[in-house]
């Protein structure tokens, strides 16, 4: 998580609810994210005959626009309004609005109905209370069997703190008899600050894909 989101934690907004908090966040700038697809995704669903797919805390769009862009038919949920306005704008002027059902969703207080070939949750993380195991086991029990459910990580989410892969699976608790790890590894990746200095990111991936009964 960024350093920026921590300050805005540490400014005494912990309590507010995930709607304020993010709206909030969102409004601060034009844009937050850069608009592109997150790497991860890139290279692990590149491959994959499209489907159906669900990006939880899809922010600006990046990773949806890309995925429809591909072929999927996608819902895509965020709690924040103005995210997901951005993220339709850059899907209609993408031209394939038509293939993403953007739905404002809390995911702390629901979970959006159906089964999904991908769900994906790319740095869902949260700096206000957020019951991330709950919501990814939520996350993994929308996967259609042979699908697949992909987790992206930042393995340092606050300063001083560390994650292993493995810790984001194991709480899942999901059945060795009916899900098969296809990922589970910490990789790097850099980013240019605006100061011009290149930084190194670690990202924990996990993968795992639903055993097709
Ligand atoms: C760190 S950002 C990641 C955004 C995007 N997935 C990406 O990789 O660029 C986390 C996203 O999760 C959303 N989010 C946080 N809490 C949420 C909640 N309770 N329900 C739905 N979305 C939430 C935020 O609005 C934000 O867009």
């Known amino acids: 998580m960024s350093d920026e989101l921590h300050a805005e934690h540490r400014e005494g907004r912990g309590q507010v609810e995930a709607t304020r908090f993010w709206e909030d966040h969102y409004h601060r700038r034009e844009r937050v994210w850069s608009g592109r697809p997150n790497p991860v995704l890139v290279d692990v669903v590149g491959g994959l005959r499209p489907g159906t797919a669900l990006d939880l805390g899809c922010g600006e769009g990046g990773d949806a626009i890309w995925l429809a862009r591909q072929g999927w038919r996608v ?28 739905r404002q969703h809390d995911l702390v207080l629901a979970f959006p109905p159906g089964a999904f070939d991908l769900v994906s949750a790319q740095y869902l993380h949260s700096p206000i209370e957020f019951p991330r195991t709950r919501v990814l086991q939520e996350a993994a029990s929308a996967v259609t069997p042979g699908g697949l459910l992909l987790i992206v990580d930042h393995a340092s989410v606050a300063p001083g703190s560390w994650a292993e892969p493995e810790e984001t699976l194991a709480p899942l608790d999901l059945s060795p008899d009916e899900w098969h790890t296809e990922r589970l590894e910490a990789r790097e990746r850099e980013t240019t600050h605006p100061n011009g200095r290149l930084v190194t990111h670690t990202d924990n991936v996990v993968a795992v894909r639903r055993l097709a009964r």
């Open 75 to 102: 819902t895509a949920v965020d709690v924040s309004a103005t995210a997901l306005d951005r993220a339709a704008a850059g899907a209609a002027t993408a031209g394939v609005a038509d293939r993403i059902d953007f």
